[in-house]
């Protein structure tokens, strides 16, 4: 199986900075697709962007030029750097990580990220 753990997230004021990572261990033999989500109680998880195995990076319209997505060191590291954040950027943030041989979606614990002043 494969497990995820996020790190980063907290409290910042509008306009501020985050950067969250998300390292994936266990069964894992090749790049995988990962990315974020992100949801609110009582929401609906919405998707944020995600990377694929040749790192192709696609965004939500409402994060393009404020939130970047990458990997890390190694295959099994991802992170979103999001600057300029707003109000509406408090969530709960999921990393995910799209396992091929396997054929399934493994998630995070999700951490939280609130924009307040």
């Known amino acids: 199986q494969v497990q995820l753990v996020e790190s980063g997230g907290g409290l910042v004021q509008p306009g501020g900075s985050l950067r969250l990572s998300c390292v994936a261990s266990?069964?894992?033999?090749?790049?995988?697709?990962m990315g974020w989500y992100r949801q609110a109680p009582g929401k609906q998880r919405e998707w944020v962007a995600d990377?694929?195995?040749?790192?192709?990076?696609i965004y939500t319209d409402s994060v393009k030029s404020r939130f970047t997505i990458g990997r890390g060191g190694d295959k099994n590291t991802v992170y979103l750097q999001m600057n300029d954040l707003k109000s509406e950027d408090t969530d709960n943030y999921y990393c995910?990580?799209?396992?091929?041989?396997?054929?399934?979606?493994?998630w995070g614990q999700g951490i939280q990220v609130t924009v307040s002043a």
């Open positions: 266990g069964d894992i033999d090749s790049i995988p697709d």
């Open positions: 990377i694929d195995t040749g790192g192709r990076a």
């Open positions: 995910f990580l799209d396992h091929r041989r396997l054929g399934r979606r493994f």
